[in-house]
């Protein structure tokens, strides 16, 4: 009595195992949802000494930080000719427990130093073959930091501070408001890209942040050349939000833009927003997520970005900061045992006094959510199936 019920078993058969497998193969070819949690703080020290044995040198206005592998991390300070090497050991859950054999490199030059980050292969071989045909030896190690008074980014050697050249960045960058420059950089994890950014819009693109607006910054994706997967240069509009609510209680202006960027896989970035305000609290941070590959490339866009905002990139928050420190740089670090990925974020205290603050944060994928639809589906075919065993054992 079963016969005339086998054609809507088989084609159950056919297609229920594709139904059912379609949502998490879909799902599989997006990255999974992501989360920041704080870790912890940790107060670093006032001074270390000069790697070239001058004796004891300030730590102040930490501006950048980057992941130099294993426990060990470099931060970059902003006016001056320094940067800060250190080791770090961490907790199993990422709360930053002490560091360790601080020693400061003097650079080549001065400059307004905002951010750095570890240099690309390819870009260290590039660098190598021009010097060594003009006769100079090949740096071991090498760091591009990125300066705003230039503006530029430029190649350090690690092992004694000699600028090595400048990486070109675009035209658009040099145009700049005065130290609202190149505040950001980071580079792709398969060392394919630079990415940088202004801390605010560039004149020809919109207005600087006010007290109740924020301002339109551009994304800037630099291609290492030679390298492998590069996608070419591209540009996208970021809109920064308005400064944080504050209690007033000194004149000034509040302000608000993009202090560091974080590079993670298939054209993800991680974007740190800080807001200023001259009162309580004194600063606000925020890590949002955005997908530059779903993103509108703005290059060939000249100007106005601050009124397009269908142009705009969409950005998920995944962290807001209440510390109240002034939160400028940001980096990954190593990963950790239950999974989670170490953040590493560096507070300047800007010559008041106030100590020099490392952040633990901690980088999650989040669980997806439950599909109840799919359970749904499943009920209403087992319960179609068993409908017609019935119509048709009868």
């Known amino acids: 009595m ?13 297609l229920l195992p594709g139904w059912l497998l379609s949502g998490p193969v879909a799902a599989a070819e997006s990255p999974p949802p992501l989360r920041i949690t704080l870790a912890g703080t940790l107060t670093l ?34 006016n001056s000719d ?70 530029a980014i430029r190649a350090i050697d690690l092992d004694t501070g000699a600028l090595l050249g400048i990486v070109p960045v675009p035209p658009i960058a040099k145009t700049r408001r005065t130290n609202r420059g190149l505040e950001s950089l980071a580079v792709d994890p398969d060392g394919s890209h630079i ?24 994304l800037m994706r630099i ?13 996208f509009a970021y809109q920064v939000d308005p400064p944080h609510q504050f209690v007033r209680v000194f004149t000034g202006e509040p302000l608000s833009g993009v202090t560091a960027l974080v590079a993670l896989d298939r054209g993800r970035l991680l974007v740190l927003e800080r807001a200023a305000g001259p009162g309580l609290p004194p600063f606000m941070s925020a890590i949002y997520l955005v ?75 989040s669980p997806r959510p439950f599909d109840a639809s799919a359970v749904g589906g499943v009920a209403g075919i087992v319960g179609v199936l068993l409908l017609l065993v019935r119509i048709t054992s009868q």
């Open 223 to 235: 291609a290492i050349p030679g390298a492998e997967s590069a996608a070419g240069e591209a540009q």
């Open 82 to 151: 320094r940067l800060v090497l250190f080791r770090l050991t961490f907790s199993a859950t990422g709360e930053p427990q002490a560091a360790s054999d601080l020693r400061i490199l003097v650079l080549g030059e001065r400059h307004d130093y905002e951010d750095l980050a570890a240099c690309p292969p390819r870009l260290l071989e590039r660098i190598a073959q021009k010097l060594q045909s003009r006769g100079d030896d090949a740096p071991a190690n090498c760091l591009l930091v990125c300066e705003e008074q230039t503006p």
């Open 291 to 365: 997908e530059t590959h779903v993103a509108a490339d703005v290059t060939d866009v000249p100007e106005g970005l601050s009124t397009r905002g269908e142009l705009h990139i969409a950005k998920e928050p995944l962290w807001l900061d209440a510390l109240g420190c002034n939160v400028e740089g940001l980096c990954l670090g190593p990963l950790l045992p239950d999974g989670g990925q170490l953040l590493v974020a560096v507070a300047d205290n800007g010559g008041l006094g106030t100590p020099n603050q490392l952040i633990g944060l901690v980088l999650r994928e």
């Open 195 to 218: 990415w940088t950014a202004t801390e605010e819009a560039v004149p020809a693109d919109g207005p600087a942040s006010t007290t109740d607006a924020g301002t339109v910054v551009r």
């Open 2 to 14: 079963l016969r005339p019920f086998l054609p809507f078993a088989m084609l159950a058969c056919l």
């Open 45 to 78: 020290p006032d001074a270390a000494p000069a790697i070239d044995g001058s004796g004891d040198l300030e730590i102040t206005g930490l501006s950048g930080v980057t992941w130099l592998g294993e426990d060990r991390f470099a931060a970059i300070m902003d």
